[in-house]
């Protein structure tokens, strides 16, 4: 049996979501191999070999999968995935975008968003918003899998010494094509990985607030992040949303400030090992999951706090 | 050009789902329903195309329970001209897919659109898998989408901001919250919508086996997090969370 485990990368580097994917490889058991597609793409392959518990990396360097396209890489997974009991990728924009595709190819269903691993063939995955949580057996023969990475705690990105192959497959479905993007420019950790996270609310009370939250989470090492209901409010931009509908975090210590707790914050953040909650309002339901709260005007306490740590 | 709607009946999104107490999945007697929120998304998006003047015609579709005709209406309120339901109970993904990809080969639209995920399976698998089986390309996660004669550009919400992409025509696009802001139905439009042709099929209809793939052994409420303490003071909170908890 051997799993195929879709590496998230930019081409420079694996992102550590594909370490909670190989750890979920290796809780179904096997020979695990990693496929790094896209162009110009050594760096994040050669990465890709360093990881602990990976046997082979497949790389696919071609122009067909420079950006990634679901549409190219859908058939290139398809292709290679023939041959394998269980394909993973992690629950990730790019992940969610292809894997679908790959099943479809595939005939097979997809599992989305496990959470946790039973047996080979049998998963643990968050419904409703993770209101629920459902264990769900495949009858696929191949299985194809989406991850959500705060479910399994990272293998070592070093250790490793897998063999390396190349796949000269280009396949270009010729139906879509990049134009651009505009990616937040980060000066901070990324908030899936980071181990504290700060995030802000609509008690922040507009963009400019924010601030007190980036000078706190500087000197904590901490990714920033935010409610829906202050994106809605267009407090920060919706890269920062941390919630069912935006980012699902898992860090050690989540502080938030401002924020009510509305359930589909809570079904992003409520993971975490220590939450921290600042709010102004005793009743707000935020403090019904927090392990330490405090009940007063933020922009008192945030500087009492940033000065304190 | 015609555009094709998809449309799911799921709990109501301010409904508390509880867990049954025999773990066979959640408690959906006497619970309100409604049109899953993306997919609301998804018909105001139509609409709006055919206000533009580029949708001539919105065909909106659901695979579902008999019921699931309320939605098809609601939608048919909102602007869609016609409706399809393919009748059915709990249809996977990749079932539903393989129906909504024999409609397409009946209707040919220019441009399918559907919610990203339902919020009761909560699977973001429909779009991709209907635009892999039918060979289209797909604008996943929108948030902007211009029609330009036989080609879309799509703005999609991505991890790290937004990515734009270019697809040809025919294409299938799933939104995103911040695509646009559904509007609500006019009462003249909800009588108006009872009057429009709802056509209902079954699967067999379509040749497609909706046989199920995956089978839930256990539905179960998640793990609960219980309330903590609260602290007087700052000082006191930074003690704990070095002592106590040492996560700083």
């Known amino acids: 049996m051997a799993i195929l485990v879709i590496a998230e990368h930019d081409n420079a580097a694996v992102k550590g979501a594909t370490l909670n994917t190989v750890a979920a490889a290796k809780a179904i058991g096997g020979d695990i191999h990693v496929l790094v597609a896209g162009s110009g793409c050594g760096a994040a392959a050669a990465a890709a070999a360093q990881i602990a518990g990976v046997s082979k990396v497949l790389v696919a360097d071609n122009a067909a999968y420079a950006h990634q396209l679901a549409e190219n890489v859908s058939l290139l997974v398809a292709e290679l995935g023939k041959g394998y009991s269980h394909i993973l990728a992690p629950a990730t924009s790019n992940g969610k975008n292809t894997l679908p595709r790959v099943a479809a190819l595939l005939d097979v269903a997809q599992i989305s968003e496990i959470s946790k691993v039973i047996s080979a063939d049998t998963f643990e995955r968050p419904i409703y918003a993770g209101n629920a949580i459902a264990t769900v057996q495949s009858s696929d023969s191949i299985k194809v899998i989406t991850v959500r990475p705060t479910g399994f705690d990272a293998v070592a990105a070093t250790g490793g010494s897998a063999s390396t192959e190349a796949v000269a497959s280009a396949q270009n479905a010729g139906t879509s094509s990049f134009v651009n993007e505009e990616l937040a420019k980060l000066d901070r950790p990324e908030l899936a990985g980071a181990k504290i996270v700060v995030s802000g609310g609509r008690g922040m009370g507009n963009g400019d607030n924010f601030k007190i939250l980036y000078t706190l989470a500087d000197k904590l090492g901490a990714a920033v992040g935010a409610s829906r209901a202050a994106v809605d409010a267009g407090f920060v931009p919706n890269d920062m949303q941390v919630g069912q509908t935006g980012k699902v975090v898992a860090p050690q210590l989540y502080i938030a400030v401002g924020i009510s707790g509305a359930i589909q914050h809570l079904a992003g953040m409520k993971d975490s090992k220590v939450i921290v909650a600042i709010n102004k309002d005793e009743e707000a339901p935020i403090f019904s999951v927090a392990d330490y709260g405090i009940v007063g005007d933020l922009f008192d306490l945030v500087p009492q706090l940033e000065k304190l740590v | ?248």
């Open chain 2, 1 to 248: 050009m015609k555009v094709l709607v998809a449309v799911k009946r799921v709990v109501d999104y301010n409904v508390k789902v509880r867990v049954k107490a025999d773990k066979t999945g959640v408690e959906l007697a006497n619970v309100k329903m409604a049109m899953n929120p993306f997919c609301e998304i998804a018909v105001e998006e139509a609409v709006r195309l055919k206000e533009k003047g580029i949708a001539t015609e919105i065909v909106v579709v659901s695979v579902g329970p008999t019921n699931a005709q309320e939605q098809l209406r609601t939608a048919m309120a909102l602007g869609a001209d016609r409706g399809i339901l393919v009748e059915t109970a709990d249809a996977e993904p990749l079932a539903i897919a393989k129906l909504l990809k024999a409609i397409c080969d009946q209707e040919q639209p220019g441009l399918v659109i559907l919610g990203k995920q339902a919020i009761d399976g909560d699977n973001n698998q429909t779009g991709q898998m209907l635009a892999a089986l039918a060979g289209y390309a797909q604008g996943t996660f929108a948030s902007v989408v211009k029609v330009d004669g036989n080609k879309a550009q799509v703005t999609r919400e991505v991890d790290g901001g937004l990515q734009t992409v270019e697809l040809a025509l025919p294409a299938v696009v799933t939104t995103d919250l911040r695509l646009n802001e559904p509007r609500y139905a006019s009462l003249p439009n909800i009588m108006k919508a009872k009057k429009k042709p709802l056509d209902v099929k079954s699967p067999a209809d379509y040749g497609v086996d909706v046989s199920p793939r995956v089978k839930t052994l256990k539905v179960e409420a998640p793990a609960e997090r219980s309330a903590g303490i609260k602290v007087k003071t700052i000082e006191e909170l930074v003690e704990k969370l070095k002592n106590e908890a040492k996560v700083i």
